[in-house]
Nanobody, 125 residues
C-alpha cells in the first residue's frame, strides 16, 4: 500500500509561483509513474502533468505547458510540481497520483492506483 501526502498549496497572486510536493510512504514509488491532477470549482478532475520512474519522460496538459514543471527525487520518495506564472484559472485542489508501472504515462485518472488527499491552490487576480 502507498500513502501520498501533498503539501505546498496556498494563496498566491496571479503571476506568482508555488511548489507542490507529494511525499510517498508505505512503499517506494521509485518505479511508479507519478502524476498531478487538479479539480477546479465546479469542474471535473483533470490531468496536469506526469513523469516516468526515471524522470526521463514527462507529459503536460496544454494549459500548463511552459509554466509548470514536474520532477521527482526517488531517494526522497517525493514528486514535485513547480508552478510559475500562475493564473486565476489554475485555482483548484491539486492531487498527486501514482501508477504501478514502468515507463508508461497516462492522462486517465482511473488508471492510477493511489491518490493523495489534495492540496488547495488559490490564485487571486
Amino acid at each position: 500500500q502507498v500513502q501520498l501526502v501533498e503539501s505546498g498549496g496556498g494563496l498566491v497572486q496571479a503571476g506568482g509561483s508555488l511548489r507542490l510536493s507529494c511525499a510517498a510512504s508505505g512503499r517506494t514509488v521509485s518505479t511508479y509513474t507519478m502524476a498531478w491532477f487538479r479539480q477546479g470549482p465546479g469542474k471535473e478532475r483533470a490531468f496536469v502533468a506526469a513523469i516516468t520512474w526515471r524522470g526521463d519522460r514527462t507529459q503536460y496538459a496544454d494549459s500548463v505547458k511552459g509554466r509548470f514543471t514536474i520532477s521527482r527525487d526517488n531517494a526522497k520518495n517525493t514528486v514535485y510540481l513547480q508552478m510559475n506564472s500562475l493564473k486565476p484559472e489554475d485555482t483548484a485542489v491539486y492531487y498527486c497520483a501514482a501508477k504501478n508501472t514502468i515507463a508508461v504515462i497516462t492522462t486517465r485518472d482511473y488508471e492510477y492506483d493511489y491518490w493523495g488527499q489534495g492540496t488547495q491552490v488559490t490564485v487571486s487576480s
